[in-house]
């Protein structure tokens, strides 16, 4: 791979390249992986100060994954919330699309919610009232009553919903890393009310000041979007 600004080509270049082996009888796979930049994209002014961005280095390596053995019915990809006024823990289950709900002392096995295809991201809203699972190959979020467990919405998104989080005003806001967007969704109505562009493999949500910021994977970047316009203020790297 090879990254450049295509405004100052000459002041960012960036390589990389990578290689998996896989061994699929012992459950794992080696990733050997080299890079290689000379970055001097100067100083940028953000909403957290000024920024620098400049280096040279180099880098290599090898890494060595193990894929865990199922843990009862559930597989290794997991996702959690916790719901610590009620006492619960409420965990992914991947590959069988539905999230187990656990006594987060005893870890019992205390009820299972039926989700769409490859739950990924889990949030609790901070008032307590929603649970929300992002629901990555079925394009979609479902959204529970956090009380009851009974299911409320399931509510059509972007392209490969992954990673999402409640801003403190109470929406829901969603990570598509399928069409590099994010879709804001009122979680009482069960209806998007925004969709906001942001870069390549928007994989994380967090929320301070007033503003949301999104990690863009692909793109090394970050978004940040106003919480009141839901307009783009800058993306960052």
Known sequence: NAQTAPDKPSAVKVLSGSYRLPLYAQRSFFDAYAAWSDVDGGTTSTVAGALSFAGRGRLAG???TLLLPRWGEADQRLALALDAARGRLFVSDWYNARLWVLDAESLEVLRELETGAEPAGIALSSDGRFLASAEKDADRVSVWDAETLEVLHRVNVGERPYGLGFAPDGRLFVGNVGSNDVSVVDAAAGAVVGTVPVGERPYGVAF??????VTNQYANSLSVID???LEPVEEVG
Do not use: D, E, H, Y
Request: charged share 15%.
């Open 62 to 64: 090898v890494r060595g």
């Open 208 to 213: 301070a000041g007033g503003r949301a910021f």
């Open 227 to 229: 919480l009141n316009t």
